[in-house]
T-cell receptor
Framework: AQKVTQAQTEISVVEKEDVTLDCVYE???????LFWYKQPPSGELVFLIR??????QNEISGRYSWNFQKSTSSFNFTITASQVVDSAVYFC????????????FGKGTRLHILP | KAGVTQTPRYLIKTRGQQVTLSCSPI?????VSWYQQTPGQGLQFLFE???????NKGNFPGRFSGRQFSNSRSEMNVSTLELGDSALYLC?????????????FGPGTRLTVT
């Protein structure tokens, strides 16, 4: 069965600090996709990144970076030099390229960036 | 390109009533998925429609139903509302849907059942 665990329910950091959001997933498929979404206070989920199971390269996009490690079934997200605008709930998600291809979300991590 | 739109944004209903929520996907997107978000259960998948056919369904009772029209717009219906149906209902559109395609979400409809 597929499962996504975001153990950090809530994190608070001071602006300009780096912060890492953890995501651990479970799947029996060899082909799967991992996502990160951001949900600001407005409520609309914003797509951040997609990674397929065959691509373990880390990715950097500005202040955002992602570390995908199949050996530990983790897909962690780091924000460098955090800003107040980064305050949001962040969701990690998984979909399997099998019969059941719906997307499963983790419970989310609420990130507070303090000025 | 316009994003995903959902109407209405807020809704208050009483127990036993039914409600219909609407979602217009991004132009050209053929897949529409619906999610229920609550503080306790988080984001839960309701169903996905592609080319007017329900392609996937989550673990929700039959009171939750949906449909998709030929222009890809989708509606979700909840009959015999219960207090526990109070939630943020999010619609997401995707080019083709299925695994691997990112979804673009609308602002949601916040439903309150009293």
């Amino acid at each position: 069965a597929q499962k996504v665990t975001q153990a950090q329910t809530e994190i608070s950091v001071v602006e300009k600090e780096d912060v890492t959001l953890d995501c651990v997933y479970e799947t029996r498929d060899t082909t799967y996709y991992l996502f990160w979404y951001k949900q600001p206070p407005s409520g609309e989920l914003v797509f951040l990144i997609r990674r397929n199971s065959f691509d373990e390269q880390n990715e950097i996009s500005g202040r955002y970076s992602w570390n995908f490690q199949k050996s530990t079934s983790s897909f962690n997200f780091t924000i460098t030099a955090s800003q107040v605008v980064d305050s949001a709930v962040y969701f990690c998600a998984l979909s399997e390229a099998g019969r059941d291809d719906k997307i499963i979300f983790g419970k989310g991590t609420r990130l507070h960036i303090l000025p | 390109k316009a994003g995903v739109t959902q109407t209405p944004r807020y809704l208050i209903k009483t127990r036993g009533q039914q409600v219909t929520l609407s979602c217009s996907p991004i132009s050209g997107h053929r897949s529409v998925s619906w999610y229920q978000q609550t503080p306790g259960q988080g984001l839960q998948f309701l169903f996905e429609y592609f080319s007017e056919t329900q392609r996937n369904k989550g673990n929700f009772p039959g009171r939750f139903s949906g449909r998709q029209f030929s222009n890809s717009r989708s509606e979700m219906n909840v009959s015999t509302l219960e207090l526990g149906d109070s939630a943020l209902y999010l619609c997401a559109s995707s080019l083709l849907g299925g695994p691997g395609y990112e979804q673009y979400f609308g602002p949601g409809t916040r439903l309150t059942v009293t």
